[in-house]
């Protein structure tokens, strides 16, 4: 087809609607008007609204939207003769759909009718036999010819090929032969004719039908039909072969002239694929299926012809009665998934367009969804639907949906369809990780090793992907004054804890710390909790002992006088341990001894006593090896060596303060040096104690042993305290030891203290007078000398 100059308009009617106009048969593609700017859009507002092109009862679309420039274009050929068939005027119906709001535009495209089609008689061959009696003047009806255009474009005048019998007739569609010359028929018994049909199209078309005259003898009369007009109707999907209409030819003529038969005229080929005609009774009957949305009335056109040729025409109109054939259809022109968790309550996910093909009541709809889903249907524009939310969503709870939109109509009996829509609903990051526990707690040993699993806290968030995913970290903090990252680290995936440090339980015996939760959406959410650590002690502190302790080579030496009974206490062990409980609680034990009858020691108190009175007997130098050990899984001891000296008299304590080696004769020197100083040392005291008595008669000078030991109060237990002289003892012990002048005897007097088991405070040590001038020389008198030992608490 060449090309064709097309005249585009629009226009607004009262409904809204927007019309076009254009020709039949223009080529896909072919431009039809911008419809963007004829409902005054912008052109990238059509494809942000997600504009599209719908029909009606989902028929065919003819034409399409071009998002990018608004314009309307044509999608499919044309045809108007197949789509509007004789009618005047056809035209296409369309919806334009915008979305967000909602918004239907109807379109109507008026198509006009293009001269396509040539004008077509029902029988390319028509023979007629006349009877040579005819008359001048007589008349013929000859089937009109057809034209699929409308218009100027269907049939306008008729032409007869130039004959010396026949003229041509014709009044509206009726075309008739006149007899202009009687027939002479032993001069010509057959006469050939050319009927010829011409549109008014530009150019014209035409159409031939050759006429075949046979010359017979008079046949006077035509068949004449009972009705002008036939009209019956039938139920769509009728049976095949049924019956109905029947047509009632009559022909007055006698004998072959009288018998009438019929037959279908000029109808359309599906016609009579779909109806047949007895040619003797009359009978229309059903051969094709009948649908009423197919085609809701068909038009035939019957003749009825005698034995000779004569004929007659009459027009049967059938129409088709509508049932209930036709189940809605359900047709998702829209769905926004996946739907996010927290959208508002009325937000719109899908549109639903419902069609029913079915009439009148037949095609009304009613729609509906299962009532235990936060969705429901709104009805919208015509019959558009829109689904939207009722309520708020949770992806925790739900994360899919299966909306079941079930249409009915109002038939009888009604028919329904269904459609199943799933919806998925996107996560949001609305949950924060939550611990498994409201707080951890966590025993472990001191001295573990670095790198340890301390133990493990677990977080769980049920939002999805990342918004799920849980790190874990510390927070800052302190432990025994240090940042908690110092002592710990936290696996940022699975929540175990490590150390990366040891832990002293005598330095801290337990901490607190925080573990965050934190998962990975945007913005991220999280939570913390608290981990409590408890360090159990482990036995790894050796016992120290306080007293005695060896200061250098100088050993201290215990003096026990000669009198001491049995069971008197003569010194004291003093040890402690920095651990704790079972693993701090020490005991005492003599492991070698000179005499192992003579003393004892308490098993937890470290006293040492004597287990029956001195003897003359009993060796002067007594040495006790204590070991002190706790009371651990793997028990730790320390050992010490406590030296007695049993004597009355003090000038050997100087003696004792050294402890020969008897097993080596290499130590015989070192006596002899010791006696040196010792004898030196007696001299220097003499020295002293003579200037001391002259110039402060009224002191009492304290008299210091030099086996003494003080231990300072720091290192001591709180119920220990510091003696001067008398080394470390408790509280709850005080002596008094004096030395008369007059008497020439010196005194030891053992006040009674809170134990038992000390000497009584009315034995005193006797010296001889010539001991103490060993010590004192022979001065006038002999100086009074009181010690008083007394705690420092």
């Known amino acids: 087809m060449g090309s064709l100059a097309v005249f585009f308009f629009w226009m607004h009617s009262v409904y809204g609607d927007i019309s076009y106009t254009l020709p039949e048969e223009i080529q896909r593609g072919s431009i039809i008007g911008n419809i963007a700017k004829d409902i005054g859009l912008g052109t990238g507002q059509l494809a942000l609204r997600k504009a599209r092109i719908d029909t009606e009862d989902n028929a065919k679309r003819y034409c ?66 006349i009877r040579e009696s005819a008359d001048r003047g007589a008349r013929f009806l000859m089937e009109e010819a057809r034209d699929a255009d409308v218009g100027q474009n269907s049939v306008q005048r008729y032409s ?61 009369n035509a068949p004449v039909f009972n009705q002008a007009v036939y009209e019956a109707s039938v139920q769509e999907h009728v049976a095949v072969d049924t019956v109905a209409v029947t047509v009632h030819a009559t022909d007055v003529d006698a004998g072959i002239n009288g018998e009438v038969t019929y037959d279908f005229g000029h109808v359309p080929e599906d016609v009579k694929n779909t109806f047949s ?29 005698d034995g000779l040729g004569l004929s007659s025409y009459t027009k049967v109109i059938i129409n088709v009665i509508d049932m209930n054939d036709n189940a809605p259809v359900i047709d998702l022109k829209s769905l926004s998934v996946p739907i996010l968790e927290n959208v508002p309550v ?100 001191e001295n573990i090793k670095p790198g340890s699993t301390l133990c493990s806290v677990t977080a769980g968030d049920p939002d999805w992907r990342q918004n799920g995913t849980v790190v ?80 250098g080579d100088a050993f201290k030496s215990e ?22 409980g079972q693993n701090a609680w020490l005991s005492y034990h003599i492991i070698k001894s000179t005499d192992p009858g003579l003393f004892s020691i308490g098993l937890h108190s470290g006293e040492i006593r004597t287990q029956r009175d001195i003897s003359e007997t009993d060796s002067m130098k007594q040495n006790l090896v204590v070991s002190v050990k706790d009371n651990g899984p793997s028990p730790l001891s320390a050992t010490c060596v406590v030296y007695f000296l049993i004597s009355d008299n003090l000038a050997e304590v100087a003696e004792f303060n050294h402890h020969p080696d008897e097993d080596s004769d290499s130590k015989v020197t070192f006596y002899l040096i010791i006696a040196l100083v010792c004898i030196s040392t007696f001299f220097l005291t003499f020295i002293v104690l003579i200037l001391s008595v002259r110039f402060c008669r009224s002191r009492k000078p304290r008299l210091l042993f030099d086996g003494a030991v003080a231990i300072p109060s720091a290192y001591l237990p709180p119920n ?22 007059g008497s020439r005897t010196s005194d030891f007097k053992f006040v009674e203290s809170y134990n038992d088991n000390t000497m009584p405070a009315d034995q005193t040590l006797r010296k001889s007078p010539t001991d103490f001038a060993e010590i004192f020389g022979d001065s006038e008198g002999t100086p009074e000398v009181s010690v008083t030992v007394t705690p420092l608490i």
């Open 64 to 129: 399409g939207i071009n998002l990018s420039s608004g314009d309307l274009i044509v999608s499919e050929r044309i045809d108007r003769e197949a789509l509007c068939g004789t009618k005047a005027s056809c035209v296409i119906k369309h919806e334009l759909v915008l979305e967000s709001p909602m918004e239907l535009q109807r379109i109507s495209l008026n198509v006009q009718d293009i001269n396509d089609n040539s004008p077509l008689f029902n029988e390319d061959l028509v023979k007629i036999e």
């Open 160 to 220: 007869l090929k130039d004959n010396e019998h026949f003229t041509l007739s014709v009044d509206g569609n009726t075309v008739e032969l006149v007899l202009d010359k009687e027939l002479d028929r032993e001069n010509q018994e057959e006469i050939n004719l050319i009927l010829t049909a011409m549109d008014g199209g530009s150019p014209p078309k035409s159409g031939t039908v050759s006429i075949h005259v046979s010359v017979l003898d008079a046949n006077d």
């Open 277 to 305: 005609i007895d040619r003797t009774t009359g009978d229309i009957r059903v051969t094709g299926p009948i649908d009423f949305e197919m085609e809701k009335s068909f038009e035939l056109r019957i003749k009825a012809k």
């Open 346 to 445: 009325g937000t719109e996910v899908a549109i639903i367009n419902v069609q029913d093909r079915d009439s009148e009541k037949n095609r009304q709809v009613r729609c509906s969804i299962q009532l235990n889903a936060p969705f429901k249907l709104v009805p919208s524009i015509k019959n558009y639907y829109s689904l939207v939310t009722t309520s708020g969503l949770d992806r925790e709870l739900v994360s899919d949906y299966n909306i079941t939109i079930v249409a009915t109509d109002e038939g009888s009996p009604p028919l329904s369809s269904s459609k199943t829509i799933q919806l998925t609903v996107a996560d949001v990051n609305d949950n924060p990780p939550m611990f498994d526990e409201a707080s951890y707690s966590a025993y472990v040993t």
């Open 472 to 551: 874990y970290s510390l927070l800052p903090g302190e432990v025994n004054s240090s940042p908690v990252s110092l002592y710990l680290s936290v696996n940022r995936d699975t929540g175990v804890i490590h150390t990366l440090k040891s832990f002293d339980y005598e330095l801290f015996r337990s901490f607190k710390f925080h573990v965050m939760a934190r998962d990975n959406g945007s913005p991220p959410l999280s939570s913390n909790v608290t981990v409590s650590v408890f360090i159990t002690d482990v036995n790894d502190n050796t016992p120290q002992i306080l007293y005695p302790t060896p200061e």
């Open 559 to 580: 003096l026990v006088p000669m009198v001491t009974h049995g069971g008197s206490l003569v010194s004291k062990v003093i040890a402690v341990d920095g651990d704790s």
């Open 720 to 741: 220990y305290a510091e003696v001067d002289g008398m080394g470390t003892l408790r509280s709850a012990y005080n002596y008094d030891a004096y030395l008369t002048t």
